[in-house]
């Protein structure tokens, strides 16, 4: 099993910064990618980006692109989303999660966390 526990959620004006935080524990090796998802009341969950342990392969969905940057420390076991100018669009609970397949598509990923709520105020 691997647990995902993210943080850093919160509220910010709009055009502000947020950083979320990842840290995943138990059986990392077994994962490929980590990948971070958002769901907005009523909407789907939505891809935002994803990063390879092994490499430097990043991802990322259009609405976020220019905006979000993914990043990994792998000797933590930890992957963040810095997202900068952002919308009240981007309002969500956002999720990491951990699979072995490079994917957008959340049915793949087997590992989820609970995920943490962002608030961006108009």
């Not at 709009?14 to 077994?30: N, P």
């Not at 092994?54 to 905006?67: A, F, I, L, P, Q």
């Amino acid at each position: 099993q691997v647990q995902l526990v993210e943080s850093g959620g919160g509220l910010v004006q709009a055009g502000g910064s947020l950083r979320l935080s990842c840290a995943a524990s138990g059986r990392t090796w077994r994962t490929t990618i980590m990948g971070w998802f958002r769901q907005a009341p009523g909407k789907e969950r939505e891809f935002v980006a994803s990063v390879v342990w092994s490499d430097d392969n990043t991802n990322y969905g259009d609405s976020v692109k220019g905006r979000f940057v993914v990043s990994k420390d792998n000797a933590k076991n930890a992957v963040y989303l810095q997202m900068s100018s952002l919308k009240p669009e981007d309002t969500a609970v956002y999720y990491c999660a951990a699979g072995s397949v490079l994917t957008t598509l959340p049915g793949p990923y087997h590992y989820w966390g609970k995920g943490t709520l962002v608030t961006v105020s108009s």
